[in-house]
T-cell receptor, first 111, second 114 residues
């Protein structure tokens, strides 16, 4: 099935450093979404990038998409302890409402 | 406040009992979803509904049932046929019926079956 796979599974950095997470998927997509989940909570939508876009910014977040390599990356600049969370990419067939989530990257930002 | 509510936050049941998890939204969204999350894992889709009185199976529907009698409500029943029901259950909704719409998530229900 169409699925995002995140890499690395876990990432630990110091406050102020940048964090990069990668997502690979298997089939053609119309868009790719990134979500964040704090421990034991629901997911929060961060950003959506369409297949005709290569890069998108939102505050300290920068998402890139390379459809030729079927991959996306999420960069968090100048990380803060509050960025500690799990980050998931999600894709889905364009003709349905289904989103398929990867297993996520767990980010720990040490103060 | 607009949003999605799930209740209860924690639920404990004995093996062999059916249990119903509540999900309500006041966002006027057409589509609603149920996911299951196991420790250290991503989300797996159980059921989804794109319109009232209609729903489709997701990837792991066996042992679960849903109903969508009202736009704002999408309850999930975990039946005794579900072999490993202990998990974190997340409900979500979206304004559109396609995967290009962002999904809004509830806070989740953690179900423990012993």
């Amino acid at each position: 099935s169409q699925q995002g796979e995140e890499d690395p599974q876990a990432l630990s950095i110091q406050e102020g450093e940048n964090a990069t997470m990668n997502c690979s998927y298997k089939t053609s997509i119309n868009n790719l979404q990134w979500y964040r989940q704090n421990s034991g909570r629901g997911l929060v939508h961060l950003i959506l990038i369409r297949s005709n876009e290569r890069e998108k910014h939102s505050g300290r977040l920068r998402v890139t998409l390379d459809t030729s390599k079927k991959s996306s990356s999420l960069l968090i600049t100048a990380s803060r302890a509050a960025d500690t969370a799990s980050y998931f990419c999600a894709t889905g067939p364009s003709n349905t409402g289904k989103l398929i989530f990867g297993q996520g990257t767990t980010l720990q930002v040490k103060p | 406040d607009g949003g999605i509510t799930q209740s209860p936050k924690y639920l404990f049941r004995k093996e062999g009992q059916n249990v119903t998890l509540s999900c309500e939204q006041n966002l006027n969204h057409d589509a609603m979803y149920w996911y299951r999350q196991d420790p250290g894992q991503g989300l797996r889709l159980i059921y989804y509904s794109q319109i009232v009185n209609d729903f489709q199976k997701g990837d792991i529907a066996e042992g679960y049932s849903v109903s969508r009698e009202k736009k704002e409500s999408f309850p999930l029943t975990v039946t005794s046929a579900q072999k490993n029901p202990t998990a974190f259950y997340l409900c979500a909704s979206s304004s559109g019926r396609l995967s290009s719409y962002e999904q809004y998530f509830g806070p989740g229900t953690r179900l423990t079956v012993t």
